[in-house]
């Protein structure tokens, strides 16, 4: 079965340091993996996704991930936190060999940026 | 272009009662899911299409629910004899139809049940 195991309820990081925020994964067949960010009353917005080629996958507003498959983890990073950038962020995974498209979300992390 | 839409935005009911809940996708996407978001969880996979029929409908909870797309782009998702546990945030989200299609969601519809 899959499943996706966010390990941080919260991640607190002061403006201009770098952040990181931690998914594993479990899945049978090769990850489709995800990242989703969600402002309050918001829906999901997407940011980025690794489907298969080089490891490390840029996405929206600065953000990137890096796909290690020994450690079937996909965390989430970016240089230089922002204020603006304090929300809070699922990871997402779809079983590549599966014949679903749904996907599986970990329970979120919530980002805060002190300025 | 436009997004996915959903309407309502929030719905407040009785228990007992019939809801029907809209999602409008992204024009020319086949694939439409449905996922629930229940407070402070992550969104749960529901049902998704691939044009007008369900592809999978492994996580509708019970068959108080049911969804339907009957031309392939509109999709309603229909809760019967609502409970209060099924008061959560009800999101869309459609995709280009292939595997690993990034699937962009609604706003969603925050359903209340008294």
């Known amino acids: 079965a899959q499943s996706v195991a966010q390990p941080e309820d919260q991640v607190n990081v002061a403006e201009g340091n770098p952040l990181t925020v931690k998914c594993t994964y479990s899945v049978s067949g090769n990850p489709y993996l995800f990242w989703y960010v969600q402002y309050p009353n918001r829906g999901l917005q997407f940011l980025l996704k690794y489907i298969t080629g080089d490891n490390l996958v840029k996405g929206s507003y600065g953000f990137e991930a890096e796909f290690n498959k020994s450690q079937t983890s996909f965390h989430l990073k970016k240089p230089s936190a922002l204020v603006s950038d304090s929300a809070l962020y699922f990871c997402?995974?779809?079983?590549?060999?599966?014949?679903?498209?749904?996907?599986?979300f970990g329970t979120g992390t919530l980002l805060a940026v002190q300025p | 272009g436009a997004g996915v839409s959903q309407t309502p935005s929030n719905k407040v009911t009785e228990k007992g009662k019939y809801v029907e809940l809209r999602c409008d996708p992204i024009?020319?996407?086949?694939?439409l899911y449905w996922y629930r978001q229940s407070l402070g969880q992550g969104p749960e996979f529901l049902i998704y299409?691939?044009?007008?029929?369900?592809?999978?409908d492994s996580g509708l909870p019970n068959d108080r629910f049911f969804a339907v797309r009957p031309e392939g782009s509109v999709s309603t998702l229909k809760i019967q004899r609502t409970e209060r546990g099924d008061s959560a945030v009800y999101l869309c989200a459609s995709s280009g139809g292939q595997a690993g299609g990034t699937q962009y969601f609604g706003p969603g519809t925050r359903l209340l049940v008294l």
């Open positions: 024009s020319g996407h086949t694939a």
């Open positions: 299409f691939q044009g007008t029929g369900a592809a999978d």
């Open positions: 997402a995974v779809r079983d590549g060999g599966g014949a679903t498209n749904k996907l599986i």
